[in-house]
């Protein structure tokens, strides 16, 4: 990479100054505000605020309701996680085999990525709809009575398999262009050494897939953790009542809800606790190792 | 070890283009045979049909006694050796020698001493638990050499393993592949564009134009008696000289002097080719040649000049002395190749 070399001090900063101002206004100031507001109880009326140390964080993980939740969201990641890992990796080797390159294909798959979650969940509401949606009549098929909304099970179950079903196209695309990256070469060079395709497939395809898989793994994790809160929101439909629902979810309910300021700053706090260890993961451990050329 | 036999092999890719025209060769037993031609004449669509990498359109491949069309590559008891090398990124230089071992079911300690005995012939043994992006090209180049040779196969594939290295590692593991198909003995079909490649490593040459095989020979047969004025133009360098003659009555017209030959008058037109190095330069020689270039190559010159209106080079010894300008000269009748104008096959005489 070539430097610049900046003979005065204020250019640069000047250039730069715009980016820091976006990243603090609407990153650093609330994250600091919600550390700050995760030490002190909030008047649900907004009549001033008192210092309570880290009660907030002891308060939260001595609720039960919470750790329950911590846990649906703990096996609604992994579930999510493998599953749209899982079925996107099956999908592009079926593809590889059939379409090397084909371009239309891969863009039909990538028009679910457009798709907003909110939106997403909606046509999970639809799909689920209690008197005609078409997979509550394909579960009736089997006389079994699919009842998203009202029972947790089946509220869970619609929201894993429409989160599943957005997240798919994106692993898919990424796993494609891993696999078209690996060269023919190699490939031809396993045929002669390995007669059987699933051997070749773990010994060399899967093992050249792993910077991909592993790169895909930190983003579905922050996917399931965060980025299906309109699905969630718009599948249990504002009222949580019974229903499952994940951890950022939460934090929204109780602090936008049950206005719980501090509580839910608390939350939030835990939650950025978690991203920054993700993002060290993906950085130091994946980064560094996962590397052959 | 194995012949391997074609009987009117044809590729015809999906979209309709004919790599291969059918053809039909055998190749002996321990045989070191070098496909050569200029690129996109087939030479690797006619490698990998016999790897197993491309189907066969038509015909019939036999490697051994078995006929291979439809066996997978990993049956047909082959080692095959890339021009990029394939080597598996992920896996060091002693799993990539042993991976073919360990999916043939070769017990631990066998895989372990043969990967042992491979890198020390290829002096790799200093390298072994390196990955290959950790290697020069050419330690790649013999790894990849590795992998094929502790397989013990049949026959050895090559797919220009060489036109990746510099001229001077070329040389080098030109003469080390040579040298280690003389001591292992196995069939090997080498592909290249090198014509020097092609001349000293082979024992047959198979030449290839546009999907068709124009001559199958001993590199001397290739040199001397090229079959057409392709193969005449493609192997040596600089290429024989194809010189326009016209028919007379007592022989053949070449510029204003006729050269006493008897051909079989077919009315067909002829092209005379001669090596440069056939033409002796003589002051006393019926010809006589305008040098426009002397060409320094150290260990001789090469003198290209006007037979005429045809342009003409002669290869003389370093130690004789010339000039630009009038060099007379001879040429010996028995050296000369007649070959037909309108097809470019050679005339017997
Ligand atoms: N998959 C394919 N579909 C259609 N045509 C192909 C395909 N692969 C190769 N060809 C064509 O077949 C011809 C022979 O290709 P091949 O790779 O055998 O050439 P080559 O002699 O090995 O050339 P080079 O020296 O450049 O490697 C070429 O004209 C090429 O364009
Ligand atoms: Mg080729």
Redesign the pocket.
């Known amino acids: 990479m070539k430097r610049a070399l900046f003979s005065n001090i204020w250019l640069p900063v000047a250039l730069l100054l715009p980016q820091l101002v976006i990243i603090a206004v609407f990153f650093y100031w609330p994250a600091g505000y919600a550390v700050q507001s995760s030490f002190y109880l909030q008047d649900p009326f907004g009549f001033g605020s008192t210092f309570v140390g880290a009660g907030n964080y002891q308060s939260l993980f001595r609720n039960n309701e919470y750790l329950k939740i911590a846990n649906f969201t703990l096996w609604f990641t992994v579930i999510v996680t493998f599953f749209s890992l899982a079925i996107a990796l099956i999908l592009a080797v079926k593809a590889d085999r059939v379409i090397r390159g084909a371009k239309t294909y891969r863009t039909l798959l990538m028009w679910v990525y457009a798709v907003a979650p909110p939106v997403a969940g909606f046509i999970a509401v639809i799909m689920f709809n209690q008197s005609w949606g078409p997979l509550t009549e394909f579960f009736a098929l089997f006389g079994y009575r699919f009842q998203v909304g009202v029972n947790f099970n089946d509220t869970a179950f619609a929201m894993i398999l429409t989160s599943i079903w957005k997240q798919v196209p994106v692993n898919f695309i990424f796993f494609l262009s891993g696999l078209q990256s690996i060269p023919r070469s190699v490939r031809e060079a396993a045929l002669i050494d390995n007669r059987s395709a699933s051997g070749r497939f773990w010994t060399v395809t899967f093992p050249l897939l792993a910077p991909t898989g592993f790169f895909l793994l930190i983003i579905n994790i922050t996917y399931a953790l965060f980025d299906t809160f309109g699905i969630v929101d718009t599948v249990v439909k504002g009222e949580p009542g019974n229903n499952p629902m994940t951890l950022v979810y939460k934090v929204y309910v109780d602090g936008f809800r049950g206005n719980d300021l501090g509580g839910s700053s608390a939350q939030s706090v835990v939650l950025m606790a978690l991203v920054l260890a993700l993002t060290f993961v993906q950085f130091r451990l994946v980064e560094r190792r996962i590397h052959y050329t | 070890m194995a012949v391997v036999h074609f009987d009117a092999v044809q590729k015809v890719?999906?979209?309709g283009?004919e790599?291969?025209k059918p053809a039909s060769f055998y190749i002996e037993d321990g045989e070191f045979v070098v496909l050569v031609?200029?690129?996109?004449?087939?030479?690797?669509?006619?490698?990998?049909m016999i790897a197993g990498l491309e189907e066969i359109s038509n015909g019939v491949l036999q490697i051994g006694d078995r006929v291979v069309n439809d066996i997978d590559p990993a049956d047909r008891d082959i080692a095959m050796v890339f021009q990029n090398y394939a080597l598996y990124p992920h896996m060091s230089v002693r799993n990539n020698i042993g991976y073919g071992l360990k999916n043939r079911a070769v017990p631990r300690d066998v895989i372990a001493a043969k990967v042992d005995e491979a890198a020390k012939m290829l002096n790799l043994s200093d390298y072994l638990d390196r990955k290959p992006s950790q290697l020069s090209g050419g330690q790649r180049q013999r790894v990849a050499m590795g992998r094929a040779i502790v397989r013990d196969p049949a026959l050895f594939l090559f797919?220009?393993p060489l036109s990746n290295l510099d001229a001077k590692l070329r040389n080098q593991m030109r003469i080390e592949i040579k040298a280690l198909q003389r001591r292992l003995g196995v069939t090997s079909v080498y592909?290249t564009?090198d014509q020097v490649e092609a001349m000293t490593m082979a024992d047959r040459i198979i030449v290839?134009n546009g999907?068709v095989i124009e001559q199958i020979g001993t590199p001397s047969e290739i040199y001397q008696s090229p079959a057409s004025t392709f193969v005449a133009s493609f192997m040596g360098a600089p290429p024989m000289n194809l010189l326009e003659v016209t028919r007379a009555d007592t022989g053949l017209r070449l510029a204003d002097q006729i050269l006493p030959l008897d051909l079989p008058d077919t009315g067909a037109e002829l092209i005379l080719g001669i090596r440069p190095e056939d033409i002796i330069p003589d002051p006393n020689g019926p010809f006589s040649i305008m040098v426009d270039i002397v060409e320094e190559l150290g260990a001789h010159r090469l003198l290209h000049g006007r037979l005429g209106d045809q342009s003409v080079t002669v290869h003389v010894p370093k130690d004789y002395t010339v000039a630009e300008g009038v060099l007379r000269f001879a040429m010996p009748i028995e050296v000369l190749s007649f070959f037909d104008a309108a097809s470019g096959q050679r005339v017997s005489r």
């Open positions: 890719y999906p979209n283009f790599a291969v031609g200029p690129s996109g004449c087939g030479k690797s669509t006619m490698l990998r797919d220009e592909v564009h290839m999907g």
